[in-house]
T-cell receptor
Framework: GEDVEQSLFLSVREGDSSVINCTYTDSSSTYLYWYKQEPGAGLQLLTYIFSNMDMKQDQRLTVLLNKKDKHLSLRIADTQTGDSAIYFCAEGEGSSASKIIFGSGTRLSIRP | DTEVTQTPKHLVMGMTNKKSLKCEQHMGHRAMYWYKQKAKKPPELMFVYSYEKLSINESVPSRFSPECPNSSLLNLHLHALQPEDSALYLC?????????????FGPGTRLLVL
């Protein structure tokens, strides 16, 4: 079945770049997503990428997609304390228009 | 306006109570979703409504009863819940649920069942 995998934790120094990695299995996914969840809050859509794109940049965020390896990454430039959160990678399930399959989430912590 | 609102923010209920969670969006979306999220876990899909009709029920126990009175509103009626149902309940909406599309989430209702 479909599966999305991420590492559970990432710690970076303030001002450095953070790179969060994700692998997925459904090659028919049209969209791949990154959601951010701060403590006690709902999910905030950070960015998404169409499966026919290799890269998408939005201010401090860069998404890279390697379809051959089914690998997705999120780079946050100049990481700030406000970036501390859990980041969920997600893919649209190919067989069902309505379903999104989430990874387990990567907890990003920022050290001074 | 890309906002999905949910009420209440927090809810504490006993196992014999009946309560309802509410969700509202004014983005003109025709698909709405309920998710359940336990601590330190990703959201799990419960129900999907598309054009006010229930299109997906992920084998959710009948003590959870969804309702979609119109295209802007989604309710989740709760009755005879168990302590293990304590979780963050998230609502989301998207264009129409017919094709793969971006889902926008509300802030959630944190539910505690005693």
């Amino acid at each position: 079945g479909e599966d999305v995998e991420q590492s559970l934790f990432l710690s970076v120094r303030e001002g450095d770049s953070s790179v969060i990695n994700c692998t997925y299995t459904d090659s028919s996914s049209t969209y791949l997503y990154w959601y951010k969840q701060e403590p006690g809050a709902g999910l905030q859509l950070l960015t998404y990428i169409f499966s026919n794109m290799d890269m998408k940049q939005d201010q401090r965020l860069t998404v890279l997609l390697n379809k051959k390896d089914k690998h997705l990454s999120l780079r946050i430039a100049d990481t700030q304390t406000g970036d501390s959160a859990i980041y969920f990678c997600a893919e649209g399930e190919g067989s069902s228009a309505s379903k999104i399959i989430f990874g387990s989430g990567t907890r990003l912590s920022i050290r001074p | 306006d890309t906002e999905v609102t949910q009420t209440p923010k927090h809810l504490v209920m006993g196992m014999t109570n009946k309560k309802s969670l509410k969700c509202e969006q004014h983005m003109g979306h025709r698909a709405m979703y309920w998710y359940k999220q336990k601590a330190k876990k990703p959201p799990e899909l419960m129900f999907v409504y598309s054009y006010e009709k229930l299109s997906i029920n992920e084998s959710v126990p009948s003590r959870f009863s969804p309702e979609c009175p119109n295209s802007s509103l989604l309710n989740l009626h709760l009755h005879a819940l168990q302590p293990e149902d304590s979780a963050l309940y998230l609502c989301a909406s998207s264009q129409d649920g017919v094709k793969q599309e971006t889902q926008y989430f509300g802030p959630g209702t944190r539910l505690l069942v005693l």
